[in-house]
């Protein structure tokens, strides 16, 4: 099963997928991902927003304008197409009256994540046994804990399952202190479906997906990035 | 995992005659010593022998042959203690003699690191590949096969077993082998396999999988030629048998730099505590861990649980057992009911009192012997093993003490030799001695006893934390194995 976008890759010749290409690689592998789609006027939003599914976030997306949220360029929770057009309006007048010189580009329509567990998946390889899959809580539990756990391509179901079991906060994805279990089913199909594409393309050099938000509902893939050789 | 290699494989491993080149009668040569392997070993070879001599001089009483082509009959397995350079034009003979197998004990090559030898392995396993003779080697000692009488060194046994033994090493496969030997640790066949320009780890593991006769494997590796074929050949064996591995070296190879996030974690784990765990393949920790986990593996039934009970005198050892246990996460459970209505029944006053470890101190002067207590806890549907400590102090100490502990053994095989389908575990602890003390009556006494427990089939331990770690990797094993 070739992934048609790593196909596209190749025939470009580019090594580095930046998060809209590397989203775009893993939905075409059948992991889901949260789609921003860039919208120039409100009526395109509104468009958007109404394809995705509410709710939504908007952002402003202008290479002038770096803190977002500062800029009161970031409106979230936003519920139907009466409240998205409003929403888009703000953030265009608050922008333009903040920073007048900027550039506009538009307004980046996503869909706005449940709120779950963070975690991460990523891909490295061994020199002896090749491409590993890594699985972990996100955030601090990465950074400073290195909370994670390997497999070695490819993964099975029983793999999968290992892995969620393995980290020290496994408890986490079961539900703590109130918190809804996440869905482990998603967190596994997710695992395997990255194995495979893994093992279809060797070209693959590095990956991370950080982060990948769990919940009850299932997982998205917020953020993420790869690194090919041909 | 049927492959016809294997077959191939077995068919060298058994061979008729063997053919020594580079036999000779000079002392510390490697060709006197393959000689005196082959003749003077416990497993003495049972087909004819052939040393190949430059001068066709007679070699520990075989007469000789200037060149392997004027043996009057085909040969089945060569060892080759020529120097590098000959090897091609050996190998060519090797071919009109219709050799099954050669071991190159002739190194020199790849460990040197230099090109020359690089180069020369890769025209070795070019040219045995396109004759179709198995190499095993270069630079190793070869097989050790007591069922025909070819061995790598003068100690291993005459017996055949169910161990099969990869390794890289030939010092580490001696030595491993000798020590198992003393646990009555028996095998199929020892293979240390050098630099494996040809047949390679990966092939035989595969053999060992395919041998009815091998029911445990271990290995002894520094690094792998393909990572992936191991990988997925390991998975599926462990399916079938254990396959125990120790892994000599650090290796750095691992690592490398990367811009990713998971890259610099990936750089900092061991790949191989990955492989073991995903392969389901057991660790051990060091060569001593290694003859233990086979040694469970060897005696104990495929125990799904771990709870265990603990017999043993003095109070201290027994504690540190039981912490042993613990720690390596085997369950040192309280004294079951059953057990505790059993003791009460015949003595009240014992009831609450005893304990699990089981101090057999409480139990002087009462109706109800420590030995009871042992024969209710192994009958106990709640208990899954029992680990004897043997009060070695006490033969230490005196005739007399001797005497009592070697009643206390009879009470043991007699109690081991019921049918309670409950394993026990001896604690003997093996001493350190001084030379002047070695042929003392009671270290003999003690070395006597872990030879009678060996002769009815009890697993053997000289540490509690020995017997405790073997047995949770066993529990372990089996655990993931059935899922």
Known sequence: ?230 | MKSLLSAKLDEGFNPRNIAVIGASNTEMSSGAMFMDFLINSGTRFQGKIYPVHPKAETVFGWPGYADLLDIPEDIDYVISCVPAPLVLKMLRKCKQKNVKMVHLFTARMSETGEEQGVQMEKEIQAEARRLGIPLIGPNCMGLYNPRVGISFGLNAPREVGNVGLISQSGGAAQAYVQSCALKGIRFTKAISYGNAVDINECDYLEYFANDPETKIINMYIEGVRDGRRFFNLLREVTRVKPVIILKGGKSQAGTRSTASHTGSIAGSTDAWDVLYRQCNAVKAADMDDMVNITVAFNYLPPLANNRVAIYGGSGGKTVLTADECEQSGLNVIPVPEDVRDYVGQKEPFLQKWVGNPIDMSIFMGFNVTAYDVVEAMLRSPSVDLLIYNVNVEYIQNSPEGMERIMEENDIFMKIAAQDCNKPILVNLLNPELPSEEVNKWNHKAIFKLRETYIAAGLPVFSSARGAATATRKLVDYYRRKSR
């Open chain 1, 1 to 230: 099963m070739t992934n048609p976008v790593l196909q596209m890759m190749k025939s470009k010749g580019q090594t580095t997928l930046g998060e809209t290409e590397a989203k775009e690689a893993l939905k075409a592998a059948g992991i889901p991902v949260n789609e921003a789609v860039v919208a120039a006027t409100r009526e395109e939003t509104v468009k958007i927003a109404d394809r995705l599914g509410y709710p939504v976030v908007l952002k402003i997306v202008s290479a002038d304008v770096l803190h977002k949220t500062e800029a009161k360029g970031v409106e979230l929770k936003l519920n139907s197409g009466e409240e998205v057009a409003a929403a888009y309006d703000r953030i265009i007048n608050a922008t333009r009256e903040r920073y007048p010189q900027a550039v506009i580009d538009g307004v980046s329509v996503q869909k706005m994540i449940p709120k779950g567990v963070e975690v991460i998946v990523g891909m490295s390889k061994d020199a002896q046994f090749g491409p590993m899959v890594m699985f972990g809580l996100g955030g601090i539990f990465v950074e400073l804990f290195k909370d994670v756990s390997f497999k070695i391509v490819p993964l099975t179901k029983a793999d999968a399952e290992d892995m969620l079991d393995e980290i020290k906060g496994s408890a986490l994805l079961k539900g703590f202190r109130g918190s809804e279990p996440v869905n482990r089913e998603a967190l596994v199909d997710t695992l395997v479906k990255l194995s495979t594409l893994i093992d279809a393309h060797p070209e693959i050099e590095e990956m991370d997906i950080n982060p990948l938000f769990a919940s009850k509902e299932g997982v998205v893939a917020a953020d993420a990035r790869m690194i090919l050789s041909w």
